[in-house]
């Protein structure tokens, strides 16, 4: 072949490459057709608010509020009793064989992973597409979950690892390889946090804060009032009192100083929750509902008292088995969860969150219905209000109807009529995580922690009491007695809300107020160990994150 | 203005082209007359002098004239399939004959962007030839590839016609991905697991699937060759590390227009039968397991079957029929599911060719009649195949192939344990024999009457499919060519489904219909510069090419129950009241490209030395970010030792070639987008409205930009002998391959917000030995024997399972509800098996109370335990069965697997029998799981019956726990469902014979066959056949028997002519 044959094969090679390969970059780039890409989807406005609304979309998911979340807690209190089958698992102090053990993890880690996405890409969004009062609640709301989470996080696991980047953005050694951080730096993280969301976020009366179920500024004061009541109640050394055990006395405990917690200046926390606390009540946007019954009415949802509740809707996929689980009056003829006889004879006579918050059980020959305790029958026999022909199957169990106040549900007290839900077994409650009456009582706390129990403390205290027509606390009580009194007025007022086993933990006084009892009501275990104190961090975690090396104690 | 821009170029390059200056020289004119070695005249042999300037073929009576030059001594003569030869011009009148070529040594084979002589061959590379291939008159391509070529294992996943079957050549490279090599038909790459012809149906347990190529008819196919080695695949980089199957489909030969009909007809019927209980055996069976109800647990139940009066609900005095009462009577089920197929399956080919081009034209029908009532499949297709030269530097062609093929299936292949699932199969086995064809749901516990079940329900598979392949060739330069591809390829793919009221699927949905469908359109580009030329000893071919492919997909789900009755089945699902009852109405649409350059240099001196070297850089969009594009190189080199004067000297061998080959080659198991982050709809209520929400996917992970193929490395080395003239031949190959970058689903710490996330990590190993060898036996004039053995053995080590991961063994997913058997642990191969092992049974309540498992057990639980499976430690320790009692207890790779064939003729008379086995390979039989769960209201395998245990026997051999209606025993995983899969099969039988050419005149070849596929099986399987993958191209779960369609032995007929 000549030369010049070969400068004709270069050009042709060269020629038909460079047609093929034009602009091959892009043609490999991939277009999205059925799913959206977080690349091209930050854009706009309503996008923006999509994406924060995913954040909240995880807690009505079975990993949080559809049931793991608070099952795992609120079935281990001294408070509660309930069905073999239900309380078998965490409620007798195993949380490892419940199905749901790992998911409060997930889903408190998926709520920090999607509220850093969100801050990630919705920061840089320019004025042109979203105006700044949006941007600020959606970023403020994003805060807010971080912080709600690593608070619930440090509380149920000690010390987590702290991921303010989503995994993609997080290009660092050790992305996926996180250590824990130590239980004051979580704390340091949930504070940051709420201080961030509350000057982001707009109050309740507020238009700009958005729908009714959004977090707002209000919200996120609270919960930092509570985070530092939470800190300064574990770290302070002392003494309390809490009725319970087999007989239902008052033991009084030297409580234990929370792991990790010590650190803590007691005193200043409390001043710090006093101060943010005393803020939610003065902003004037909540109130108390002046009669217990009115509180978790269907008219009075997102109402004045609440300061936030886990939304539903009815006749969508967003139903929950809330009542089922937790009310007597349900489709299943019983709930599966129930206050205890002992903790329902701490209520006064005349206490309405008895009188109109609870009903039980009883067997008639037609079917179920329910009457008050059999040693109360007179007493509201006589109302005229309920049905009860004296049959006792023995078997009395105060159910907690706060959560059967459902649009399913035919909610005529005590006629039992499901006339809407027979198929579904499903409701649209609500479940209440903040409400006006703790912040209250974490006010009458603090201040009894600061400066012992003043007209101050009883003040704030009485207002609970009052509104549910409870006899007044008693008069001059000691600092440790006021302590103690108002422990147990959370326990009364937050029946089922999720609360007390947290109280207990935070007290320090879980397991010689759980063991105390051994074995509860209707024979489920109390009796509990040292790891119950904090629950085992998942096996998949453990696994795969090479920075744990190991599980909590015990466990 | 593009378009014109091209016209001037093209007037240029023809002026160019068709200057030839014409040679104007004198001459002598040879005559003469061309045969084969039976002295029947051969048209179109190709008749030249030397240096090829002067050339004719043969006219239709073999005869030839050509003009040549005064000088020239001597012509070569060649045809297809004969040896060259050449001819010294000492007479006027030549007679030639031609032999057949003994071994293929001078064919082409084609190795993907070019051919090569198979002597010059350097990987490792089989060519099968459609003749041979469609022997066993195959329904589809890749089942007629079984047992012929050495290290590719062909699996049908089950027997119903039309159904899916997988490939694995050498081993299995991957967790994910899919084995399936790469199919390259006339050029264009088609992508069989992603083409995704099985649309969606109701019930994600119904495992069937439909295999993509039904589209190809195997009377079309000229020749497959299998590129088995990475030497020889790296030609196709990131796809090639499953091999890559080319499937060139016929084309004209130059002559005259030749017609080739072929009509076969046959019938199938199933091969085998399972035992269970008649009549009178259930009804003392079911008896007994009340009895023993009784008896154990003090169960109070009546026996069914009492054969007394008995008080009735209403109070009436009945009888009610016992065991005696159906002697002789009943239904075998299988008798009533199980029929006749007939298949009928006609071709016709008109082929033809000149100077100017070829041409080539198949129709075929084929109608297989399945051996399951109501089940089938039908295909209708036009192929056709084109070339023309236009001048004589420019060719182009086009091969099309378009088909719609029907396939009526009947629910088999399921992997729920739920009977009102359970499939017409397991349904004809477990149904009572004791009741007849018009009994109703209500009459028996959950399982659908199999007659009614197969006739009543509908569902169909409708594919269309249009495959094209066009290009244009130009040669330049004397030694160059340019070849532009273009190819095209779409299928649509449709499911009509509907479960009448009368079946369990569609009783409590009052019907439950389905419009499933999914689409697949590729387009691809090749751009092919080839040279090649002879310098003296140096020859040197090599292309460079750069392609590109896009291929489009969509599919749609809908279904609809709750209608006012059965009559328009799925063609009105608005009529239904419950609007997508289950799932959503799903659609989903993806693209992706790929865009490649290649090359390959092959060089050979003297013929001796041969060195071919390929490298490929591929870009595929559903790499991550980071790893866009990949290289992949290859290298191999081959020695012929036989060309050495001193192996010549030694007067042995008539072939020896030594080859060795390295090749890199990737897989690209990644669906598209899969290595993007991803928002899903994650709504919230709001204010009691439900609010647009969207949030990471938590189930698909996080974004992966390092997401990339999965890397094959691997080492051939292979020897090729030739004996006795090439009249014994034989290969050995031995390779090791590994795969790295394997692609998993590995877990992430949950704190990340993500469960799992898709990385690549990993490595597994295949290595084996592959052999084959042919003769010629015998050949004489009236006889002629030749056979042909290949045998292929491959181990698979799983060598790590990644840094990212520190999971020392995962599983496999469920093969049926929570059993999970298939283990993933380094040292150990892809489908190990992993369970329980069994320690005889419980002969008395003494040995219970042995057990630490029952120590502090009561009573109750105590005596129902005897009789029952007792479960062993092999592990150590004591106490109540747990998941770390279980150990390696199966392996479903095969030890080896052959095929043998020996062809035998005398005179008109040709006898072939084909025999192929898989040995060593364990299945699991899911079909007996299934069976044995329930006891006392379903029938049951006979073995179940009369051998299982029973108080007071000997019971060393028992083979089944004792006879008791019960709903608690829990069967853990154990080799009770595992068994030995090996088995030999006579595949195929068939005796033709060749009219006698003095019978037909006008007509050049008659000929009559009659075969049997599936003859016999030997196997000590107990199932349908130890060849069945319920779940198809899913490499990590090979070899289990969902009870799937039964394979079928057919008898077929054929007649084949051409003129």
């Known amino acids: ?30 277009t999205p057709y059925s799913f959206l890409s977080p690349g091209n989807f930050y854009t706009s406005s309503a996008n923006a608010v999509a994406a924060i609304n995913g954040v909240y979309n995880e807690l009505f998911t ?210 710090l929750a006093k101060d ?158 903040m409400r006006y009456s703790e912040v209250l009582l974490m006010v009458a706390e603090a201040e009894n922690e600061v400066n012992g129990a003043t007209a101050t403390a009883y003040q704030y205290l009485a207002m609970v009491r009052n509104r549910c027509k409870a006899t007044a606390a008693p008069g001059g009580m000691s600092q440790q007695d006021m302590r103690s009194y108002i422990l147990e007025e959370r326990g009364r007022e937050f029946s089922l809300e999720n609360i007390r086993r947290y109280d207990l933990i935070r007290w320090g006084v879980y397991l010689q107020v759980m063991n105390k009892i051994g074995t509860g009501q209707n024979s489920i275990s109390k009796v509990r160990l040292p790891r119950n104190l904090l629950l085992p961090i998942p096996q998949s975690e453990l696994n795969s994150n090479k920075a744990i090396t190991r599980n909590n104690p015990g466990w | ?68 030059p005064v000088s020239t001594k001597v012509l070569v003569v060649t045809f297809v399939g004969m040896q060259e030869q050449e001819v010294a011009l000492t007479k006027n009148d030549l007679k030639v004959t031609l032999v057949s070529v003994v071994t293929t040594m001078n064919d082409v084979v084609v190795v993907g962007y070019g051919t090569v002589k198979k002597k010059d061959v350097t990987g490792s590379i089989v060519r099968v030839d459609g003749d041979v291939l469609n022997k066993t008159a195959p329904a589809d391509v890749v089942s007629a590839l079984q047992g012929r070529v050495a290290g590719v294992a062909v699996t049908q996943n089950d027997g119903a016609p039309g159904a899916g079957v997988s490939m694995r050549i050498r081993g299995s490279n991957s967790f994910l991905g899919g084995t399936e090599p790469l199919y390259v038909i006339d050029g264009v790459p088609f992508n069989n697991s992603a083409s995704n012809a099985t649309p969606a149906s109701l019930g994600d347990d119904e495992k069937q699937s439909i295999n993509p190529l039904n589209f190809l008819s195997p009377a079309d196919i000229e020749s497959i060759d299998v590129l088995k080695d990475a030497s020889a695949t790296a030609i196709y980089g990131s796809r090639g590390a499953n091999g890559v199957v080319i499937i060139t489909t016929k084309k004209g030969k130059t002559g005259n227009d030749k017609v080739d009909l072929s009509v076969t007809m046959g019938v199938a019927q199933v091969a085998k039968k399972l035992h269970v209980l008649n009549a009178y055996d259930y009804a003392t069976y079911t008896n007994l397991a009340y009895t023993n109800a009784t008896l154990y647990e003090g169960a109070t139940a009546p026996i069914p079957f009492p054969g007394a009066k008995t008080l009735s609900a209403t109070g009436d005095s009945v009888y009610t029929p016992g065991p005696a009462d159906y002697i002789g ?17 006609y071709s016709l080919n008109v082929s033809g060719g000149s100077s100017a081009g070829s041409h080539s034209f198949t129709f075929n029908y084929l109608n297989q009649d399945g051996v399951i009532t109501n089940s089938g499949f039908r295909r209708y297709g036009v192929n056709f195949n084109l070339s023309r030269n236009v001048g004589k530097f420019i060719k182009i062609g086009t091969s099309g192939a378009m088909s719609q093929s029907i396939t009526h299936g009947v629910k088999t292949s399921t992997s729920s ?32 009457n199999p007659y009614i079940y197969a006739n009543d329900v509908l569902n169909k598979v409708t594919s269309k499919n249009l495959f094209s392949s066009n290009y244009a060739e130009i040669s330049f330069l004397k030694y160059f060519k340019f070849k532009q591809t273009l190819g095209f390829n779409y299928a649509y793919n449709t499911r009509d489904q509907y479960y009448p009221r009368t079946v369990y699927e569609g009783r409590s949905k009052q019907g439950w219909g389905l419009k499933a469908n999914d689409q697949w359109a590729n387009f691809m580009s090749e751009s092919l510069l080839s040279f090649g030329e002879q310098i003296g000893k140096h020859n040197i071919n090599a292309v460079a090419a750069a392609t590109y492919e896009r291929t489009d997909a969509s599919w749609l789900r809908y279904d609809a129950a709750g209608f006012p009755n059965d009559i328009n089945k799925n063609e009105n699902l608005g009529a239904g009241s419950l609007q997508q009852t289950l799932a959503a109405p799903y659609n989903n649409r993806s693209s992706t490209k790929f865009a490649s350059f290649l090359g390959r240099i092959n060089y050979n001196y003297a013929g001796k030395y041969l060195v071919t070297a390929s490298f490929r850089r591929d870009g595929a969009s559903q790499f991550g970010a980071n790893h866009k594009w990949g290289d992949f190189p ?112 590995i877990t992430i710490p949950t704190s990340t917000g993500y469960a799992s996330m898709y990385v690549n990590s990993g490595s597994v190993e295949n290595k084996g030995l592959e052999i084959a060898i042919q003769g010629d036996v015998v050949r004489s004039k009236d006889f002629t024997w030749n056979t042909n053995f290949n045998i292929a053995f491959n181990r698979n080590k799983i060598l790590s399972l990644g840094s990212d991961t520190s999971v020392k063994q995962q599983f496999a997913g469920n093969i049926s509800t929570s059993y999970a058997p298939y283990i993933q642990k380094a040292g150990h191969p892809i489908g190990a098996l992993y369970g329980y092992v069994e320690d005889g049974y419980y002969e008395n309540e003494a040995a219970v109370r042995a057990d630490p498992a029952y120590a502090s057990q009561g009573e109750a639980i105590i005596k129902r335990m005897v009789g029952e499976i007792r479960y062993a430690h092999p592990n150590g320790g004591s106490g109540a069965i747990t998941t770390s009692d279980r150990t390696f207890i199966g392996n479903v790779n095969p030890k080896y697997t052959f095929g043998f064939t020996n062809n035998f003729s005398y005179k008109n008379w040709e006898l072939s029998v084909f025999v192929s086995g898989a040995v060593g390979n364990d299945v699991i039989n899911l079909t007996t799981y299934f069976l044995s769960r329930n006891v006392g209201y379903q029938n049951v395998l006979s073995s179940m019956y009369n051998d299982a245990w029973t108080a007071g026997k000997d019971n060393r051999n028992a083979a089944w726990p004792k006879i008791e209606k019960q709903s608690w025993r829990n069967y853990f995983f154990s080799r009770r469902f595992i068994e030995d899969g090996s088995y030999v099969r006579i595949k195929n039988l068939s005796l033709g014979y060749n009219l006698p050419k003095n019978l037909i005149k006008n007509i050049s070849n008659i000929r009559v066959t009659a075969s049997v596929n599936n003859l016999y099986t030997f196997t000590h399987y107990s199932g349908y056949d130890p060849e069945m993958n319920g779940f198809g191209t899913n490499p990590a779960m090979y070899g289990v028997d969902l009870g799937g369609y039964p394979v079928a032995r057919s008898f077929n007929m054929a007649l084949r002519c051409n003129f």
């Open chain 1, 1 to 30: 072949m000549k030369l010049s044959n070969y400068k004709y094969v270069l050009f042709a090679v060269s020629g038909f490459l460079f047609i093929t390969a034009t602009s091959c970059k892009k043609t490999l780039e991939e």
């Open chain 1, 62 to 271: 079975y990993d949080l509020y559809q049931q793991p979340f608070w099952n795992l807690t609120m079935t281990d209190d001294d408070h509660v009793s309930g069905a073999d089958w239900y309380l078998g698992n965490a409620g007798a102090g195993n949380p490892q064989s419940y199905w749901g053990v790992d998911r409060p993890w997930a889903g408190l880690y998926t709520l920090i992973a999607r509220s850093n996405a969100v801050l990630e890409n919705v920061a840089g969004m320019s004025t042109s597409v979203i105006d700044t009062a949006t941007k600020s609640r959606i970023l403020g709301e994003a805060h807010f979950f971080r912080g709600w989470s690593y608070f619930h996080l440090v509380q149920l696991y000690g010390g987590v690892p702290i991921r303010l980047q989503s995994v993609s953005a997080d290009t660092s050694a050790s992305g996926f390889n996180k250590p824990r951080a130590t239980v004051a730096e979580t704390y340091a993280v949930a504070i940051d946090e709420f201080k961030q969301a509350e000057n982001l976020l707009f109050s309740a009366a507020d238009s700009r804060s958005g729908e009714k179920g959004r977090v707002t500024k209000g919200l996120a004061k609270a919960f930092l009032a509570k985070t530092y009541l939470t800190m300064a109640s574990g770290a302070l050394q002392g003494s309390i009192a809490v009725i319970g055990g087999a007989n239902n006395a008052s033991y009084t405990y030297t409580k234990d100083v929370v792991a990790g917690y010590e650190g803590f200046d007691s005193k200043a926390y409390y001043q």
């Open chain 1, 276 to 433: 943010k606390a005393l803020e939610v009540v003065n902003s004037g946007d909540y109130s108390l509902y002046s009669n217990w019954s009115d509180v978790f009415t269907i008219a009075n949802r997102n109402g004045k008292e609440f300061l936030w509740e886990i939304q539903s809707a009815y006749g969508s996929s967003f139903v929950n088995n809330l009542h089922a689980y937790l009310s007597a009056r349900s489709p299943f003829g019983t709930g599966a969860m129930w206050m205890t006889n002992n903790h329902y004879k701490t209520y006064d006579a005349t206490d309405t969150r008895v009188l109109d918050g609870v009903t039980h059980q009883y067997q008639a020959n037609w079917g179920t219905y329910y009457y008050y305790p059999s040693w109360q029958a007179a007493q509201y026999n006589s109302s005229g209000t309920y049905n009860n022909d004296g049959k006792n199957d023995g078997d009395d169990k105060a159910f907690v109807t706060k959560f059967s106040y459902a649009t399913s549900f035919n909610n005529d007290q005590l006629g039992t009529q499901y006339a809407n839900n027979n198929i579904t077994g499903t409701s649209d409650a609500f479940f209440p995580v």
């Open chain 2, 1 to 68: 203005m593009r378009r014109y821009f091209l016209i001037p170029l093209g007037v240029c390059l023809m002026l160019v082209l068709f200057n030839v200056p014409l040679y104007a020289q004198d001459g002598k004119i040879v005559t003469g007359v061309v045969f084969d070695e039976k002295g029947t005249t051969l048209p179109g042999a190709s008749v030249k002098t030397k240096d090829s300037k002067f050339a004719v073929q043969s006219d239709k009576s073999g005869r030839f004239a050509i003009k040549v």
């Open chain 2, 329 to 345: 009577k009943g239904t075998d089920w299988q008798d009533v599911l199980f029929r006749s197929g007939l298949t009928q399956n």
């Open chain 2, 417 to 448: 344990s739920d009977d009102a699932n359970a499939g017409v199969v397991r349904a004809a086995l477990s149904y009572p024999s004791t009741q007849d064809r018009t009994s109703d749901l209500s009459s028996v516990f959950f399982i659908t």
């Open chain 2, 634 to 745: 290859s290298f191999s080199l081959a020695w012929k030792a036989a060309e050495e004067s001193f192996i010549k000297d030694l007067n042995i061998f008539s072939d020896l070639k030594l080859r060795f080959g390295y090749g890199q080659v990737g897989s690209v198991p990644l669906p598209a987008y899969a290595s993007l982050d991803k928002l899903t709809v994650a709504n919230y209520p709001l204010g009691g409205s439900v609010a647009t929400g969207y949030a990471n996917d938590y189930y698909a992970g996080p974004a992966n930009p390092n997401l990339k193929w999965e890397t094959t490395r691997s080492f051939n080395m292979g020897l090729d002998f030739g004996f006795f003239n090439n009249r014994l031949t034989a290969t050995v190959d031995v390779y090791r391959k590994k795969t790295v970058d394997l692609l998993q689903s």
